[in-house]
């Protein structure tokens, strides 16, 4: 990519009501962007409110080397996360892409050892960052694959089965290091420009949710590694559009969006058979785990209707 036109990075930045947000974000991150060429791309997706305003009234008060390298672009609909940062990617040819969450702080340094961290390894073809709360504490953001038998542990929600199959548990812990990572969080990640030329983009048919999972399930599959580094850290305040981790922690019911994209993600990994057989798999676990509960051993309360709500998607992909 020698085009004079193409930056070194392009940070992209989806906003759906949540200006406030994407200001602090864009606050904690100019400062990083000093000595990089680049280009901020920030998505409304279509918010019907008075998001873009606020976000342009704020940019006037800034440097003019701050606005010019932000550019505002307003979607026509809010075709969801995947569609946001599609829209944003192909404003701007960038030798890498940073998709960056409106609900992030940058701290210092971290764009740079993510970028030094990415032209150190070329075999690396998507970079998270330690993710943290504001408070320092590190948040989980390295994955292994959703499969048949993740569903199966999904399901039961019991620490006897997770820690018997904790090889194929999702989530890495933070002790677990030298851990294979199949997924980061698509809070904050770098991607390359190649990977994006090899793979295509985002797939836009995931509303929210395993979009992340099945994009790096691509760009393993076309040769390269994704891994994390640790010394680059940025602040996830989780307080963006979704609701499915608030819903998560309160076992309320989840948005429909939610299995509509799980429902994908596993016909897109291995056709409807494997979808159905994920199904199967939660409902054993979970029926493993009312078992065990009969017997006087304590659990978590079930998010509500789940058990019929798995199905969602089933006859729509």
């Known amino acids: 990519m020698n085009n004079p036109n193409t930056v070194d990075l392009a940070v992209i930045i989806v906003n759906y009501k949540t200006p406030k947000l994407v200001i602090d974000c864009l606050d904690s991150l100019y ?7 680049s280009r901020v791309i920030v998505v409304d997706n279509a918010s ?12 006037k008060s800034k440097r003019n080397e701050e606005r010019h390298l932000t550019h505002l672009v307003q979607s026509e609909k809010n075709g969801g996360f995947s569609a946001g940062n599609n829209l ?38 998507a970079l998270g960052p330690r993710l943290e709360y504001l408070d320092e504490t590190p948040q989980i953001s390295a994955f292994r694959k959703r499969t048949v038998t993740s569903e199966f542990i999904r399901g039961a929600e019991l620490s006897v089965v997770t820690r018997f199959l904790k090889h194929k548990k999702v989530s890495i812990d ?35 949710y395993f979009e992340d999972i099945e ?16 010394l680059a850290r940025v602040v996830h305040l989780r307080g963006g559009t979704s609701t499915v981790k608030s819903s998560l922690a309160k076992r309320k019911r989840l948005p429909r969006y939610f299995y509509e994209s799980r429902a994908r993600y596993f016909t897109l990994l291995g056709g409807r058979s494997t979808l159905m057989a994920a199904n199967f798999a939660w409902m054993f676990g979970r029926i493993f785990r009312l078992i065990k509960l009969t017997r006087g051993l304590r ?19």
């Not at 019907?48 to 940019?59: R, V």
Request: glycine content about 6%; charged content about 30%.
């Open 48 to 59: 019907g409110d008075n998001s873009l305003s606020q976000i342009e009234k704020w940019l």
């Open 299 to 317: 659990g978590l309360q079930s998010v509500k209707s789940e058990w019929k709500d798995i199905w969602i998607g089933i006859n729509s992909q």
């Open 31 to 37: 400062p990083e962007l000093s000595n990089i060429k």
């Open 174 to 208: 933070l002790d677990q290091v030298n851990q294979v990572i199949d997924w980061v969080s698509f809070a904050c990640v770098l991607i390359r420009h190649e990977v994006i030329e090899k793979v295509g983009l985002m797939d836009d048919r995931f509303f929210m």
């Open 215 to 230: 994009y790096c399930n691509r760009i393993k599959g076309a040769g390269y590694k994704i891994e994390q580094e640790p």
């Open 88 to 125: 944003g990617i192909r404003q701007v040819k960038a030798k890498k892409y940073l998709l960056l969450n409106s609900d992030t702080i940058v701290r210092s340094k971290a764009i740079e050892k993510l970028l030094r961290r990415m032209d150190e390894n070329p075999e690396i073809g």
